[in-house]
């Protein structure tokens, strides 16, 4: 099954400033996708991400705020913009991986003080 | 839309309990059913997959099951030891699509 490095593993952020989220897959895969996890509650996705096409948002979730590329079939950014201490979370982005199931990123602990 | 329940929210048993975790789906139009294990301020680690025409895995110690009708699967675990302890997530989905999870188990196996 494929495997994503996610970088950073945490950070500690300024309100009104952006952080960019890195995942990394070992393999080329099609759809890559981008979640949040509240403190104390499950994930929640934020987006799909296809490369050659924009993201496709949930509900709740603008571009604006969480601007997401996909240069290529193995590259994925998501970017947390003018951050405040609400979108302190985890956040995970994850790809199918077939008959293997689904792989995640080791996560992004974001602290927003 | 798709809703995932998991009963119960929280567990305690003592060292060498076997117990049963609970996932419930509304819509059995799945390709699959994925269990993960979350330790606390981590990812996720992939415990089980099941693909819709199966009916249960099983690994190591785990073993997860499927019934698609009912819109049920658990998750066996036998001989529990201190370090199961963890949130344990149920999600379903597949065929490209994205999975859609419950909002876990959180186990404590106390030796």
């Known amino acids: ?113 | 839309k798709q809703e995932v329940t998991q009963i119960p929210a929280a567990l305690s048993v003592p060292e060498g309990e076997n117990l049963v975790l609970n996932c419930s789906f509304t819509d059995s139009a799945i390709y699959n059913l994925q269990w993960f294990r979350q330790d606390p301020g981590k990812g996720l680690t992939s415990l089980l997959l099941i693909q819709s025409s199966q009916r249960e895995q099983t690994s190591g110690r785990l073993n997860a099951s499927l019934d698609k009708s009912s819109g049920r699967s658990t998750l066996y675990i036998a001989a529990s030891q201190p370090g199961d302890s963890a949130t344990y997530l149920c999600a379903v989905g597949g065929g490209n699509t994205p999975l859609v999870f419950g909002k876990g188990t959180r186990l404590s196996v106390i030796a």
């Not at chain 1, 979108?87 to 077939?98: H, W």
Request: charged share 10%; aromatic share 10%; with cysteine.
């Open chain 1, 1 to 113: 099954s494929a495997v994503i490095s996610q970088k950073p593993s945490r950070d500690i952020c300024q309100r009104g400033t952006s952080l960019t989220i890195q995942c990394q897959v070992d393999s080329q895969v099609t759809m890559m996708f981008w979640y949040r996890q509240q403190p104390g509650q499950s994930l929640t996705l934020i987006a799909t991400a296809n490369q050659g096409s924009e993201a496709t948002y949930e509900s709740g979730f603008v571009i604006d705020k969480f601007p997401i590329s996909r240069p290529n079939l193995t590259f994925s950014t998501l970017t947390v913009s003018n951050m405040s201490p609400e979108d302190s979370s985890i956040y995970l982005c994850s790809s199918t991986g077939g008959n293997y199931g689904y792989t995640f990123g080791s996560g992004t602990r974001l602290t927003v003080v």
